[in-house]
Nanobody, 126 residues
Framework: QVQLVESGGGSVQAGGSLRLSCAAS????????MGWFRQAPGKEREGVAA????????NYGNSVTGRFTLSHDLAKNTVYLQMNSLKPEDTAKYYC???????????????????WGQGTQVTVSS
């Protein structure tokens, strides 16, 4: 049984930083496409970032480029999202997602992700 468990969310002031973690069990992050998405109340889900852990190619959504960074720890089978220079508009519930393939095509649409975590809340105050 695959589980993705997010952690690291919380409340922070604008300009601050948070690091989200996504720990996978029953699933190997190496070689597969993994992504982070977010959804704020009343808004559509938004693709934040994605990468195939074996390719070194990382994709970021336009709104987070230059502020957020993906990384991973194979020994811990965990993916991280470092979020810097946070803005109030970053407030949302953040979800980790994984595909059973290294192909990250069309990742931003959130399609073809086989597994999703329960999410972790990030709140940025001005």
């Amino acid at each position: 049984q695959v589980q993705l468990v997010e952690s690291g969310g919380g409340s922070v002031q604008a300009g601050g930083s948070l690091r989200l973690s996504c720990a996978a069990s029953g699933y190997i992050i190496w070689g597969n496409c993994m992504g982070w998405f977010r959804q704020a109340p009343g808004k559509e889900r938004e693709g934040v970032a994605a990468f195939a852990t074996s390719s070194g190619i990382t994709n970021y959504g336009n709104s987070v480029t230059g502020r957020f960074t993906l990384s991973h720890d194979l020994a811990k089978n965990t993916v991280y999202l470092q979020m810097n220079s946070l803005k109030p508009e970053d407030t949302a519930k953040y979800y980790c997602a994984a595909r059973s393939t290294r192909n990250c095509a069309n990742w931003v649409l959130g399609v073809d992700f086989d597994y999703w975590g329960q999410g972790t809340q990030v709140t940025v105050s001005s």
